[in-house]
């Protein structure tokens, strides 16, 4: 069975940046059918996908972060990382790793999530 | 971006009450809708893809179903565990969109 753990700091100073890293168990990085992606969700708000990744190395970005946003997976460690440069406190929330279904684009399983705080 | 608009933002039940969430999109998406369940502290659990298809292991007192543009996700007699916030997200194209969120609070 799938397990999806997310890890990282859980503080980042404004204008620096969030590097989040997900390690996948129970399934391959590398599987076709699948993407592997980000999903945040600000403290008391809804849920805004950040971006997925195919094991080949296509992206898709939100467009509201994509000047800013790198996502990159590692098929020899099966982790996915997520890179968000200049960060403001409107990006601190809990941010999710998820695996998404490659014809259907639904998220299963969800990471537990770890919550990342911007602040000085 | 496909906008997806969900209705009530709250909605308060009892215990073995009939629940609907709805859910519209700003363009036509077919059936490309997913329904998630969030409860307090967790994160979010797929209960319905392509708007009508249960994923295994849910209950099948969830149910999903689509009117043109309206998109529904039923709980036939609310039980303790389902309350919860629920969301619904358009899987047609992206960028990947959801809803605001359906608080289902006990009455």
């Known amino acids: 069975q799938l397990q999806v753990q997310e890890s990282g700091p859980g503080l980042v100073k404004p204008s620096e940046t969030l590097s989040l890293t997900c390690t996948l168990s129970?399934?391959?990085?590398?599987?076709?059918?699948?993407?592997w992606g980000w999903i945040r969700q600000p403290p008391g708000k809804g849920l805004e996908w950040i971006g997925s990744i195919y094991y080949s190395g296509s992206t898709y970005y939100n467009p509201s972060l994509n000047s800013r946003l790198t996502i990159s997976v590692d098929t020899s460690k099966n982790q996915l990382s997520l890179k968000l440069r200049s960060v403001t406190a409107a990006d601190t929330a809990v941010y999710y790793c998820v695996r998404q279904h490659q014809l259907e684009n639904y998220f299963d399983p969800w990471g537990q999530g770890t919550l990342v705080t911007v602040s000085s | 971006d496909i906008e997806m608009t969900q209705s009530p933002s709250s909605v308060s039940a009892s215990v073995g009450d009939r629940v609907t969430i709805t859910c519209r999109a700003s363009q036509g998406i077919s059936s490309w809708l997913a329904w998630y369940q969030q409860k307090p502290g967790n994160a979010p659990k797929l209960l319905i893809y392509?708007?009508?298809s249960l994923q295994s292991g849910v209950p099948s007192r969830f149910s999903g179903s689509e009117s043109g543009a309206d998109f529904t996700l039923t709980i036939s007699s609310l039980q303790p565990e389902d309350f919860a916030t629920y969301y619904c997200q358009q899987t047609k194209s992206f960028p990947l969109t959801f809803g605001g969120g359906t608080k289902v609070e006990i009455k």
């Open positions: 392509a708007a009508s």
């Open positions: 129970g399934d391959s990085i590398s599987s076709p059918s699948y993407y």
